[in-house]
């Protein structure tokens, strides 16, 4: 049985965080919980602005969230996300879910919870992205199969190969050209064409 390690801790002097909160007790508390972490802070309301598309973390006011509040489609924040909920109303949470929120903090804010929160939502956010570029990539891979199967029949053909040492043969090729399984078979199966359109 593998055992993954526990992520690492991410160092957090250098992030940048923005509480996208309307001026209240609870933003306050969040503000002076990061601020003591090492964080700098900016609060703002009603919307992020430019200079904030790069903060490392975004924490936000799930009660009073509205669409257009972020400058980007629902669900693809390019950082983690973490709601402030005060209202459990099942519309007001479905909406934080919708747009992504990677962990949350319920309201009022004590003086606990917004490192395990943080540390969460940048966990969450990490495997998310991992997941999302594994699916891309297998979507790529899938999306290039009958390149690929084309490639190993002519390899089959014209080397005289079954289908376990054309595959070998053409990761090989690819190997040596230092490019993927994928570009190898593009390139083999286009010199295929050629040569049958050459006959």
Do not use: C
């Amino acid at each position: 049985m593998t055992v993954t390690p526990p992520p690492a801790r991410p160092s957090l002097r250098q992030w940048r965080a923005v509480v996208l909160h309307r001026p209240h007790a609870s933003a306050e508390a969040v503000v002076r919980q990061l601020e003591r972490l090492g964080l700098t802070v900016r609060q703002v309301w009603p919307e992020l602005a430019a200079e904030d598309r790069g903060a490392d973390v975004v924490f936000f006011d799930a009660d009073m969230a509205f669409d257009g509040m972020f400058p980007w489609e629902a669900g693809s924040a390019p950082m983690p996300l973490v709601a402030l909920i005060g209202s459990e109303a099942p519309g007001r949470v479905e909406w934080a879910l919708r747009h992504g929120s990677n962990a949350h903090l319920l309201k009022p804010i004590s003086s606990a919870g917004v490192y395990s929160a943080l540390l969460i939502a940048a966990h969450a956010f990490d495997q998310s992205r991992l997941l999302r570029e594994t699916i891309d990539d297998l979507r790529d891979r899938l999306r290039h199969r009958p390149t690929v199967a084309r490639a190993m029949l002519r390899l089959m053909r014209t080397e005289g190969l079954d289908e376990v040492a054309a595959m070998r043969r053409l990761r090989s090729i690819a190997q040596d050209r230092r490019i993927t399984v994928e570009a190898a078979a593009a390139e083999l199966a286009s010199e295929g064409d050629a040569d049958a359109a050459g006959r």
